[in-house]
């Protein structure tokens, strides 16, 4: 993993005794191909003759790409609770070395503005998601449990609290919906509850919503805080780093990488390193996956549509907040056609937004309000419409609230916001990038990170990462156990690995890869 020192030969490879013949190095930023070709063991550029001017501009061009090198199992382009799970899980089931690399920091995208709870109240039993969902839940509790055993308490570790959450309707249409999905929950193997308006005025008294309402209620539900979970993780993944197998690339945008002949990315380059990876490259980039790709596979003969987009939404936080005191986590019921409102194609490039009121008290005593959803490209800026809208709606449910001026608390607020991964069709992309052999994405979880994001443990009965101890496997093979840990399927399983994905091809269609 040392640092490579280049000479005018222009070395390509993380070991200065190894010579790669004919290797492409693609950067999105020149749109500019580079092919290197060795010629009596000395490196040259392009084709001989060369102009004097354009052969010193291509080297100091390769110089600046190539300035520092290094070399790992896999990379992990994404520092989100995803990507920084993905690392964890490589490091605590085999010998993998693994690098994290972001653009910015962790928490700089949707995991850091998002309200983070584990909720299943407004899941769909039996849907695509749902196996998913219930997996990442159980893991998400014994990871808990695992710190509790470690003596330390998994609130002040990951802001973690068993907060139970209430979906509420206010019609009688809304509590036929209801008492539906409770029942289908308590099917599903859930401890579901019908709640009464007057059952509600009891468990949360700030909640005002009429004679006819009421909630779907599970008691078992979870929130914690992401910017606590993520440090936790963060923390853990480095105590790898004195063994020499676990490094971050953080504030380092990933400018191009390096192809060989045969498809395969030998590495990926940033504004400051070249990182070369041995067995895997996975991206796992959120609401950036789509275009990153499209930069990276420009001017190259792979044909792969991401359709991954940004879409906005708006949290509301009032700081110090002591009106009133939440006890569970609350959505309205229209939270559930909120979220799919925008999924229509023909919404996808508007600027249409949706609110609905979503209400939690986080582990600090803020009171968090959302939330919303838009899109208008990659643009974080506050909108203080959107705010006030949020504003409006949660007063509608909280009349306590109407009492109070946005304005006057506008010292105490804080606002945030985040780009949420969408998909189409609703379902995370994750898989392998056809054309290249050892690149796979996880990307497209929507709102969901960390409710599909599994937190992987150090103990596991299933024996999934087995291979792992024979580091001979092919890259199908390590797809096979990505896809396992994603997709919450037992390694003996006779189901389908690929249930869950979504994988768009440049014609668009869904394809499944591993058979």
């Known amino acids: 993993m040392a640092s490579l020192s280049l000479s005018l030969s222009l070395s390509i490879s993380p070991n200065s005794d190894r010579l790669i013949n004919a290797t492409t190095v693609f950067s999105p930023q020149s749109h500019l191909l580079r092919r290197v ?28 790409s190539l300035a520092a090198s290094h070399s790992y199992d896999v990379v992990v382009v994404g520092a989100g609770i995803i990507g920084l799970s993905i690392a964890r899980q490589l490091l605590i089931e085999s010998e993998l070395s693994v690098a994290v690399v972001d653009a910015a920091v962790p928490c700089s995208g949707a995991t850091g503005a998002g309200q983070g709870y584990i909720w299943m109240v407004h899941k769909v039993p039996g849907s695509e998601k749902w196996e998913l969902a219930m997996r990442s839940r159980e893991l998400w509790e014994k990871f808990a449990e695992d710190i509790k055993h470690q003596g330390m308490d998994p609130q002040e570790v990951l802001g973690w609290r068993k907060t139970g959450s209430l979906l509420v309707g206010k019609t009688s249409q809304d509590m036929e919906a209801l008492k539906g999905k409770v029942d289908r ?39 914690l805080d992401a910017r606590r979970s993520v440090a936790y993780i963060e923390k853990e993944n480095r105590k790898y780093s ?120 986080d582990s600090f005593g803020n009171l968090v309000l959302g939330s919303s959803r838009q899109f208008v490209g990659f643009s974080t800026e506050v909108d203080e419409h959107i705010i006030n809208q949020i504003w409006e709606r949660a007063r509608e449910f909280f009349p306590s609230l109407r009492e109070l001026s946005l304005t006057d608390l506008q ?72 896809l396992i840990w994603f997709c919450a399927i037992p390694a003996k399983s006779t189901r389908h690995p690929m249930h869950c994905l979504s994988l768009f091809l440049i014609e668009g269609k869904a394809g499944d890869i591993l058979t």
């Open 37 to 64: 070709v060795s010629l009596s063991g000395r490196h040259l550029l392009g084709k001989s003759p060369l102009s004097e001017k354009y052969r010193k501009q291509k080297v100091a061009a390769v110089r600046m």
């Open 185 to 223: 929950l308590s099917k599903a193997g859930l401890k579901a509850e019908l709640l009464s308006s007057i059952d509600l005025l009891e468990v949360e008294p700030a909640l005002v919503i009429g004679e006819e309402g009421g909630a779907a209620f599970l008691p078992d539900d979870y929130q």
């Open 242 to 361: 004195i063994e020499g197998r676990y490094v971050e690339y953080y504030n380092q945008p990933v400018t191009g990488w390096l192809r060989s002949g045969d498809g395969k990315v030998e590495a990926v380059q940033t504004s400051k390193n070249l990182l070369y990876s041995k067995k895997a490259i996975v991206i796992a980039t959120g609401c950036w996956t789509g275009s990153l790709m499209q930069d990276l596979i420009r001017d190259s003969d792979v044909g792969l549509y991401v359709p991954v987009k940004p879409r906005k939404g708006h949290l509301l936080v009032i700081e110090n907040f002591n009106s009133f005191k939440l006890n569970h986590g609350l959505m309205e019921v229209g939270y559930i056609g909120h979220q799919d409102a925008t999924l229509q194609p023909s919404n996808v490039d508007s600027e249409t937004s949706s609110i609905s009121m979503t209400a939690t008290m």
């Open 411 to 482: 010292k105490n607020r804080e606002v945030r916001v985040g780009l949420r991964p969408f998909m189409p069709d609703g379902k995370p992309m994750i898989g392998p990038v056809p054309g290249l052999s050892n690149v796979f994405l996880a990307a497209g979880h929507e709102g969901e990170g960390l409710t599909l994001g599994l937190i992987p443990q150090k103990e596991r009965s299933d024996q999934v990462l087995e291979p792992f101890a024979n580091k001979h496997y092919s890259p199908l093979e390590l797809l096979k156990w990505l």
